[in-house]
């Protein structure tokens, strides 16, 4: 019996010797195959990384991009704002100097007319004021006058049209309403006066106006002192009416 117990303890130590070397063996193959697979797994995980990181370059580069583009745009739009504005502060201030300029202009030809106005007015006013006359104004004024006398008035009297037609200055619709015509009369005695070319010629109403015809010699001697006179325009000419002597009328010329 005992020779039994000792072969089944050399049975048993032999199976145990040769089982721990197989299971080493075993654990030693189950750990490389872990380990292979650990390796096989992070192998596959690397070109997974490998490739993630182009495409988070390229966003970042896009995103990049688009900062730079929204910089660029806001920079754009300031400089169009700010060129805006220059644009139209250059606008206002040409603007104002325009209407500065115009509106002295305007005050400078406002002016020059009130001026003109009043230096007409002035003469107008003038020449309907009659004057006192001096002795030997008086000789020069009935000198000139007589000498224009006619002898027969019907074969001296010419009107405009045998004339040729008046070429002379025309009083302004205006102003011939105002101070010309039938019922405006006045006297010529008083009034400023010359001798052109040996013809009177006085000032009426700003205008001088020259006798170019001579006077009827059914006139009184001193019709130009004491008779009522006035210009009328008639078949495209003027001519000097005496109220005393209705329907003879003499050719006259009207200047400034």
Not at 37 to 61: K, L, S, T
Not at 86 to 93: E, L, V
Not at 150 to 178: A, E, L, T
Request: charged letters at 20%.
């Amino acid at each position: 019996m005992k020779i039994i117990g000792i072969a089944s303890t050399a049975i048993l130590s032999l199976l145990l010797g040769i089982a721990a070397p197989a299971y080493a063996q075993h654990e030693e193959q189950g750990e490389r195959q872990d380990h292979g697979q650990q390796q096989g797994e992070h192998q596959q995980a690397r070109p997974e990384q490998q490739h993630a990181q182009p495409q988070q370059q390229q966003q970042r580069a896009e995103q990049q991009d688009q900062q730079r583009q929204q910089q660029q745009n806001q920079h754009n739009q300031q400089q169009a704002e700010r060129g805006q504005q220059q644009q139209n502060q250059r606008n206002q201030q040409q603007a104002e100097r325009g209407q500065q300029q115009q509106n002295q202009h305007n005050q400078q030809q406002a002016q020059q007319r009130q001026y003109q106005q009043n230096h007409y007015n002035q003469q107008q006013a003038q020449s309907r004021q009659p004057q006192r006359r001096t002795q030997q104004q008086q000789y020069v004024q009935r000198s000139a006058w007589q000498q224009h006398r006619s002898q027969n008035w019907q074969s001296d009297h010419r009107d405009w049209q045998q004339r040729g037609g008046y070429r002379g200055y025309r009083i302004p619709d205006d102003r011939y309403r105002g101070y010309f015509g039938p019922s405006h009369g006045f006297r010529i005695y008083g009034l400023p006066f010359m001798v052109v070319g040996g013809y009177p010629r006085f000032q009426y109403d700003g205008y001088w106006i020259s006798a170019v015809d001579p006077w009827p010699e059914s006139w009184g001697d001193d019709w130009y002192d004491n008779d009522d006179v006035y210009v009328n325009y008639v078949d495209n000419g003027y001519y000097l009416y005496n109220r005393r002597y209705p329907g003879q009328g003499i050719a006259i010329n009207i200047t400034l």
